[in-house]
Each structure stands twice: as C-alpha cells, then as structure tokens.
C-alpha cells in the first residue's frame, strides 16, 4: 500500500472540491483531491450558471476569475411570467446595486480545474473504492485504489465534497443524522442549443400548462427547461415536441422571438430538497450536495456549496494561522442557518412557479395547495415590499462570519 500524506483531503473534484482546494492552496495548506469519475465527465455535467456576488468573489480569491471576468454576463434582473403577463424582478434597484453573474457551471469548474493544474497541485481522477477511516482519530485517513495500486492518504482534515451520491455522508453515524427530504412530483426537461437566446435575461414562466424557465450561456447559446411529470423520459421529447411547447409556455413576445435548433444536450431531473444535519463530525466537514440539494427554481444549488466552502476556509485558515481548534465546532451551525434559508427559497420559488394540477389525483389537496401558491405569487409580484423578498434572495444572501 502506497502512502500519502496531506494537511487536508478534498473527496469529489465538482465545483465545491475544486474551489475549496484553490483557496487553501493559497493560504498555504496542502490538499489532495480525490474523484471517482475522469475530468471529462465531470465537465460533461450540464448545470445551472446563475451566480451569486458571493461566489464570483471567492473565485476571485481563488484566483480562477479571468475567463468568467470576460464572458460572464452581469444580470441586473429577470422576468416572471404568470400566464403571459410578465413582470421583471429589478435585482439592481430592489437591493440596492447587487446582481448575478451568469456563466455556465461547467465553465467555472474546467477553470478551477485549469488553475488546479497550473498551480501543480494533486488530483486523483479514477480513484475508486475510496473509504474513510475514523474521523474521530486526530490523523484519519483515507483509503483508494488507483492505477492497480492500493493508497493510504493521511490527513489532519477531510472535506466531503463527493456530491449526494458520495461516501462522505454516510460515514457520520445513522443515529448522529438528520436527513430531511422533500421529492416533488414533476420533473424539469432541459434543452442545450447553440441558438441565440430568446432573451437576454432569464424568463421563469408559470403556466397553466406547467413552468417553462429560458435561460442562457452566452449570446450564442440557450438553456431551456420545461416542467414534465416524472415519468417522462428523454426519448419522449423529440427536439420539435419540446420547441412546441417550450413556445406555448412562455409569454406571447418571447415566444414569437424564439430561434429553434438541434439539441446538443437534453436532459431530465427530478426534483429534490435536501438537507442532512450536522455538517461536521470528527475531523469531517461535508460540503455542497454531499450535504443539501435545492430543487433547481431558485439557481440555489453551486451558491449554497460556495457558502459552505467559504465557512469551512474561514474555519480551517483560521486552525492553521493559530492552532485554534475550536472554530470547527461552528462550522455545521453556520452553513446550515444559510443552507435552510437557501433551501426555504428554492422550495419557496419552486412552490409558487410550478403547476401542481397533477396533485389533483389525490383530490382537492392538491388543487387547493395550486391555488395557495398562485395567490402568494400574485401577492408578492403586487408589491415592491413583495418584489424586494425576491429579488435579495436571488442575489443572495449575506455570509455570517466565525464568531470570535
Ligand atoms: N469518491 C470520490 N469522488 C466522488 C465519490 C466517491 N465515492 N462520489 C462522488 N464523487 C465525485 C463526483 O464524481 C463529483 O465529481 O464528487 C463530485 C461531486 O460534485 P458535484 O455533484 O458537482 O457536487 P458539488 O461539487 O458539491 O457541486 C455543487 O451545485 O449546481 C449545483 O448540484 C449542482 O454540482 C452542483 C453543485
Ligand atoms: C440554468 O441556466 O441552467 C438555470 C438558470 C436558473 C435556474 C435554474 C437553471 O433557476
């Protein structure tokens, strides 16, 4: 068995591994990542590319920020549509100057990863069988296996960033965690195009035949998403039945603007929230979606795994700069007072933009629920006050720092 050693071991090389690994390079501590899968696959995981201030600023730190700098698009605002009639959510003015940033998810990680290699730091791809030792011990350890060889990578800390299907989570004791979930029941159908979009901000549409969201990645190329029942599958919406009704949900204007074109990417996901209380255990911290997931309404999901990594590079610089180890104890306190907000919001959002009529199978609950949530949206579109919740959500809210 071959063996390694490290200050911390990062497992999952998705956004969150690859940001916190950046950042504490910089700072000086040393860090090794281990990924199941080859950097291609990882890059070839379509998600969401709305951005928080937050975030642009810890890439900035990271120093990953140039490409995103020239071809990210600053997004002052979006539209909500309720049955055609839209209304736009000015993020600017509703919070006082704040926006989003809107680059694609996979940008911003072949970018970390780009920096991860120039700055020559250690990344495992393939590593399978990975197995974490006893948190509880003051070196744990991490086992894989690698090019036929067995390692053993030692460590002071290990940061659980392997997404909802890794390891990590399941190494804190059953009895010591706390996993709530919600499933909806629709799904999202997703549709990449290398046509120019039909807006240029994004437009999410409620309507009576199920929400429609438009985004983008550039001036060249769109991102479209239509709510479909869980039991649809890729092979049911050709290119044509999607663009027909992508244009039946969206307002009048925007859909007699919209340029149709072959898919280069179709996908469908289903529609989670999660949250797995605590965060930390041992010298454990789990980071990103190996902790939370977000149904994707509120493009919550990469900007609550920036906060986590933000807090956990807080906690650790602070550990190393002086020998305080008390701090890690915040850790799990304060990602989750910002990840239940986060995840308020996306089930929030997600409640009042999309169509709940097949709820209706189990009688008037599901109509009533419907009605409820159309009557909140109308509420808050009514309102600056109403508008204002929105929009300084959307933008993000602030991080808390470590106490003293
Ligand atoms: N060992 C090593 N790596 C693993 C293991 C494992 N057992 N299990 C999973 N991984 C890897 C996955 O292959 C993936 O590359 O961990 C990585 C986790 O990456 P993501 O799922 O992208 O999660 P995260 O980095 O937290 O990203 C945050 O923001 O928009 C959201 O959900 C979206 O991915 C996004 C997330
Ligand atoms: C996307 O562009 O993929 C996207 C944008 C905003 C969302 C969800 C997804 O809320």
Not at 41 to 49: D, K, T
Not at 146 to 173: K, M, N, W
Not at 357 to 366: I, R, S
């Amino acid at each position: 068995m071959k063996k390694l050693k490290t200050q911390v071991a990062i497992i999952g090389a998705g956004p969150s591994g690859l940001l916190l690994g950046q950042l504490l390079a910089r700072k000086g501590i040393s860090n090794i990542i281990l990924e199941k899968e080859t950097g291609s696959y990882v890059l070839g995981r379509i998600r969401a590319g709305i951005f928080e201030q937050g975030f642009v600023d810890l890439v900035h730190e990271a120093g990953a920020a140039d490409r995103m700098s020239k071809e990210g698009e600053v997004h002052n605002g979006f539209e909500i549509a309720v049955d055609g009639r839209t209304t736009r959510i000015d993020l600017k003015k509703l919070t006082g100057g704040n926006a989003v940033v809107c680059y694609g998810q996979v940008e911003i990680t072949k970018d970390l990863m780009d920096a991860r290699t120039n700055a020559e730091l250690i990344t495992y791809y393939e590593a399978s069988a990975v197995e974490l030792g006893d948190v509880k011990l003051d070196k744990p350890t991490v086992t894989f296996a690698h090019g036929g060889e067995e390692y053993q990578l030692q460590c002071d800390y290990i940061a659980g960033c392997d997404g909802f299907h890794g390891v990590s989570r399941q190494t804190i004791p059953a009895d010591l965690r706390t996993e709530h979930e919600r499933i909806y029941p629709f799904g999202w159908m997703g549709l990449l195009s290398d046509t120019p979009p039909v807006s240029e901000e994004l437009i999410y549409s409620k309507h009576h035949r199920g929400f429609a969201l438009a985004s983008r990645r550039s001036a060249t190329r769109s991102r479209y998403y239509i709510q479909v029942p869980l039991t649809d599958q890729v092979a049911d919406w050709s290119d044509n039945a999607f663009w027909e009704e992508l244009k039946k949900r969206l307002p009048a204007e925007a859909a007699a603007n919209l340029i149709t074109g072959p898919s280069i990417e179709k996908s469908v996901a289903p529609l989670r929230s999660f949250i797995c209380e605590p965060m930390q255990y041992g010298n454990l911290f789990l980071v990103g979606d190996a902790a939370h997931i977000v149904p994707p309404t509120g493009a919550k999901g990469l900007n609550l795994a920036a906060s986590d990594v933000s807090t956990l590079y807080k906690v650790l610089t602070r550990v190393y700069d002086s020998g305080d180890k008390h701090c890690i104890e915040q850790y799990s306190a304060i990602a989750l007072r910002r990840v239940w907000h986060g995840e308020r919001f996306s089930w929030w959002m997600t409640n009042m933009l999309h169509n709940f009529d097949d709820m209706t199978a189990h009688g008037l609950e599901g109509l009533t629920f419907g009605r409820f949530m159309a009557s909140e949206l109308a509420y808050y579109l009514a309102s600056e006050a109403g508008q204002k919740v929105i929009a300084e959500q959307y933008v993000g809210l602030p991080y808390e720092d470590l106490a003293p």
